[in-house]
């Protein structure tokens, strides 16, 4: 019985993420712009847009590079420094060879309140893939980083847009980036603006600052 309790919940999952994938592509249709519909310059002013909030700490803070240490910037600060508790992602980036992100980042969809308790989303926590790295790069080198599909992990300009709307259907990362809870910052605009501009962006061909 047991045993027929797990796997319908397994089934389950899996269903809902499949549903979550489905329609997050058919949003994310509707979002995307035909390319050459957006002139280059558009194309760098919406990139400036996207610049301002993937370098924010509430995005680059879990973008980093091997050693897997993540940072934060807690309720009622501005600046970034390495995560306290002497807390590390370890080669599985959950933190699986020490302490688990999940001992204190909950998978939950229910609200970052009360603050300063550890952020939580719809998604296990986790770092980004190395490849994915953001904190302490320039805005150019993570121009370039994003529009390649070797580190991207292998999305086109319609794919990106399709990653927004995916996370989103799951209450992941990206758009808990503008609701982290209450003493927080938050990125520039919202997460529909985000969107937008990758669109912007991806129709202009994807131009990066020099």
């Known amino acids: 019985m047991k045993g027929f309790l797990i796997a319908a919940l397994l089934a389950a999952s ?5 549903t979550g994938l489905v329609a997050a592509k058919d949003e994310s249709k509707k979002d995307v712009l035909p390319p050459g519909s957006v002139n280059r310059a558009e ?13 924010h700490p509430r995005c680059a803070n879990c973008h980093v590079d091997a050693r897997a240490i993540p940072i934060w910037t807690p309720a009622g600060e501005t600046k970034p420094r390495a995560h306290g508790m002497n807390i590390h992602g370890g080669e599985s980036r959950i933190g699986a060879e020490a302490i688990p992100c999940a001992t204190c980042h909950m998978t939950s969809t229910q609200a970052n309140e009360p603050a300063p308790a550890p952020p939580r989303a719809g998604i296990d926590w986790q770092l980004a893939p190395v490849a994915f790295i ?5 805005g150019a080198e993570i121009c370039a980083q994003m529009k390649d599909p070797k580190r991207n992990g292998g999305r086109d300009a319609a794919g990106l847009v399709d990653h927004l709307r995916h996370d989103a259907s799951l209450n992941g990362f990206i758009p808990r980036g503008w609701a982290p809870g209450a003493g927080r910052s938050t990125p520039p605009g919202s997460f529909e603006d985000h969107v937008k501009d ?3 962006w991806g129709a202009a061909g994807q131009p990066c600052p020099n």
């Open 14 to 18: 899996s269903i809902a993420a499949l």
């Open 43 to 55: 194309g760098l002013e919406a990139w400036k847009r996207i610049e301002a909030v993937v370098t």
């Open 134 to 138: 953001w904190f302490g790069k320039s």
């Open 198 to 200: 990758m669109a912007l």
